[in-house]
């Protein structure tokens, strides 16, 4: 497989999802992924009809789309309301991503704040086993994203640093869907706002 179709952008919310396919298309990349949540890109924006024309314009250009949740969202939330909130919304983004056709959903481990690591560990792992579940059902990819490191003194500290400080993930949840294996997705450099990753050829 050429090195160039290896290659993907990761748009954010930098650019709607309409010019992010176009510009994808423009530059000969095959996977672009998208972060929703909020302005022309939230949640309700997304109708069936806007779905619809975009996953046939991604066909019709070879584009894989992927879309990637906020980390500033805690997976491991266990606070009531805030909780169900958490659940109900990677349940949209496993909704909206059946809806494009998208090759993947990047998720997050959550954080903590050192005196509830236990807790909070347990309430990210049930949450993610459910939203494995629910990916599953609608044949939706779910890939679980290693954050950046922090300093030790840090007031947060996320619970997937690396995948070796995330085996309480790791090993005891497979993230598996109808779609197919786990795809190995890297993120080695970010410029201006666009980050540039790397599909992996298997």
Excluded at 144 to 165: C, D, F, G, Q, T
Aim: aromatic letters at 10%; one cysteine or more; hydrophobic letters at 45%.
């Amino acid at each position: 497989m050429p090195l160039i179709d290896r290659i993907g952008i990761d748009i954010g919310t930098k650019h709607s999802v309409e010019d992010g396919l176009r510009w994808a298309a423009t530059h000969g990349l095959r996977y672009v992924d998208f972060r929703l949540d909020t302005g022309p890109e939230a949640f309700d924006t997304f109708t069936a009809a806007r779905c619809a024309a975009l996953r046939t314009r991604a066909e019709a250009d070879g584009i894989t789309i992927g879309l990637h949740t906020l980390s500033a969202v805690n997976i491991a939330e266990y606070t009531p309301y805030l909780a169900e909130a958490a659940d109900h919304y990677l349940r949209t983004y496993i909704d909206i991503a059946k809806a494009l056709n998208a090759g993947w959903v990047d998720v997050h481990a959550g954080y903590h704040f050192t005196s509830d690591v236990t807790q909070r560990q347990a309430a990210g792992l049930e949450r993610l086993k459910r939203a494995v579940g629910y990916a599953e059902d609608q044949g939706v990819l779910l890939l679980l994203e290693n954050l950046n490191w922090e300093p030790e003194h840090a007031e947060v500290h996320y619970l997937a640093i690396m995948w070796k400080s995330a085996s309480i993930i790791s090993m005891r949840l497979t993230l598996r869907t109808c779609a197919g294996p786990l795809r190995s997705i890297t993120r080695p450099w970010s410029r201006k706002g666009l980050t540039v990753f790397w599909i992996s050829s298997d």
